[in-house]
């Protein structure tokens, strides 16, 4: 059974086994995923997420466990990447007109690394912040999908955001991604009963030569470019969605961080790449 919703900015799927019995979980499932989206959309200006852009450097904020855990996760991916995830570049998309501008600018911005934990659900900042979750929200959705289902007693399934993606349950779901050459064609790249593989590339986000790529260096600030597609197989999707960040930008399918949270990338190259 596959039952398909819009959310996130793009189309999440999950698929259980063909039982009325899991109907209440599957729904449960996807009220997680809304929940996610209401408290870390960047573009809802009335989200958490932008609750903390706008306030935290002036007082401390309030914010919901799963903030905290998704906060401090990026927060040890930035510092084991070495500063190659950081979800403190809102303001460099918002500045190329790529997410929506809720405030006056800043003459300067810090990174998530300037949020600070006064308690487990009490941050503030010493600097204004514009925090973008798009490299890692869809990822840790995914999961507590799956939590849900698997507390449920379900015992085989595949949650799917858009290509970023978990499976759980002795059924092996085969995995297919798409051709960076052609996006309309995909590449099967074996089966999978347990783990998650999320995948970045710029083969739909930009639209012609002349469009700005959404991926940004947070060393440099500088916004790259590519044309192949980079995937991460990790045993949580929180984890393969943001490191997939961290190989696209450096392009090491081999980066040090990926050994300390037991993933793998893989390359897929553009051969029509010119």
Known sequence: MIRCKPLLGTFVEICTPDEGRFSHAIENAFLA????????????????????????????IRIHPWMTK???????????SGGL?????????????????HFDRADQFGGIEHLQFLEPTLVRSNLPLCLDLGGIAKG??????????????????????GGDLRVFGSKAQLIQIR????????????????????TSSLYFAKRDKTSISFMVNPINHEH????ESYSVIADQCV???????????????????LGQFSAKAIKIPNSLAI
């Open 179 to 198: 051709n960076p050459a052609n996006p309309h064609e995909v590449i099967s790249l074996g089966n999978m009963s347990e783990g998650a593989i999320a």
């Open 85 to 101: 995830f950081n979800c403190g570049i809102g303001h460099r998309l918002v500045a190329r007109g790529l997410l929506p501008r």
């Open 140 to 161: 840790f959705a995914v999961d507590l999908a799956v939590d849900v289902l698997q507390c449920a007693g379900i015992p085989s399934g595949l949650v799917n955001a």
């Open 224 to 227: 790259i470019d590519f044309s």
């Open 33 to 60: 995923i809304e929940e996610v989206q209401t408290l870390m959309s960047f573009h809802n200006s009335e989200s958490e997420l932008s609750q903390i852009n706008a306030r935290c450097h002036l007082e401390a």
């Open 70 to 80: 998704i906060m401090t996760i990026a927060q040890e991916i930035h510092l084991r």
């Open 239 to 257: 984890y393969a969605d943001a490191l997939t960040k961290v190989v696209s930008i450096s392009g090491n399918t081999n980066h040090p961080c």
